[in-house]
T-cell receptor, first 115, second 114 residues
Framework: NAGVTQTPKFRILKIGQSMTLQCTQD?????MYWYRQDPGMGLKLIYY???????DKGEVPNGYNVSRSTTEDFPLRLELAAPSQTSVYFC??????????????FGAGSRLTVL | QKEVEQNSGPLSVPEGAIASLNCTYS??????FFWYRQYSGKSPELIMS????GDKEDGRFTAQLNKASQYVSLLIRDSQPSDSATYLC??????????????FGKGTKLSVKP
């Protein structure tokens, strides 16, 4: 039971580089999310998806892009990395039905540093 | 701007004591309330959810909700050193079927001293 798997766990980028954070879940959850967490701060929603082919912006979408071609995968793309994107990124998923609604299962996180 | 406020702490309690964690929220239409625990360097994990006014107990944990006061709390009885973590309050508004409006507080860091 893998749950939510994120890769890579750590990455250092130079300013202006691009990269993709991968996220896969095996729980057949419709809803998937990307959050960032800065030191001492709560989780800020970047993008979310309610199903394959459907994505929407969260609170802090600038500088990021997402796609959702399958139920399982929800990659986050960083274009032209900036120091302000240094953070820990969490992918999460949830079921929209019944008591599981809004119960987020998180991946282990990806720590990104932009220098 | 919908907000969820928590004291950042650290909140320090002796082993065996009751730890009381508090959270206030600004959106009066909020429907669902959650407490997540996050150990240092780890991802958040859900420990309690509450949807209606009153108390909800689960083992050593009790969540309390007062919608009139826009206040939700988490009590941890018989605190253990293993409870030392950051506790995140999360609130979901009333916005139809959208799952994009779960708002997190900054978290309260709890330290339980042996």
């Amino acid at each position: 039971n893998a749950g939510v798997t994120q890769t890579p766990k750590f990455r250092i980028l130079k300013i202006g580089q691009s990269m993709t954070l991968q996220c896969t879940q095996d729980m057949n959850h419709n809803y998937m999310y990307w959050y960032r967490q800065d030191p001492g701060m709560g989780l800020k929603l970047i993008y979310y998806s309610v199903g394959a082919g459907i994505t929407d912006k969260g609170e802090v979408p600038n500088g990021y892009n997402v796609s959702r071609s399958t139920t399982e995968d929800f990659p986050l793309r960083l274009e032209l990395a900036a120091p302000s994107q240094t953070s820990v990124y969490f992918c999460a998923s949830s079921s929209p039905l019944g008591s599981g609604a809004n119960v987020l299962t998180f991946g282990a996180g990806s720590r990104l540093t932009v220098l | 701007q919908k907000e969820v406020e928590q004291n950042s702490g650290p909140l320090s309690v002796p082993e065996g004591a009751i730890a009381s964690l508090n959270c206030t929220y600004s959106d009066r239409g909020s429907q669902s309330f959650f407490w997540y625990r996050q150990y240092s360097g780890k991802s958040p994990e859900l420990i309690m959810s509450i949807y209606s006014n009153g108390d909800k107990e689960d083992g050593r944990f009790t969540a309390q909700l007062n919608k009139a006061s826009q206040y939700v709390s988490l009590l941890i009885r018989d605190s253990q050193p293993s409870d030392s973590a950051t506790y995140l309050c999360a609130v979901r508004g009333r916005n139809g079927g959208s799952q994009g409006n779960l708002i997190f507080g900054k978290g309260t860091k709890l330290s339980v001293k042996p």
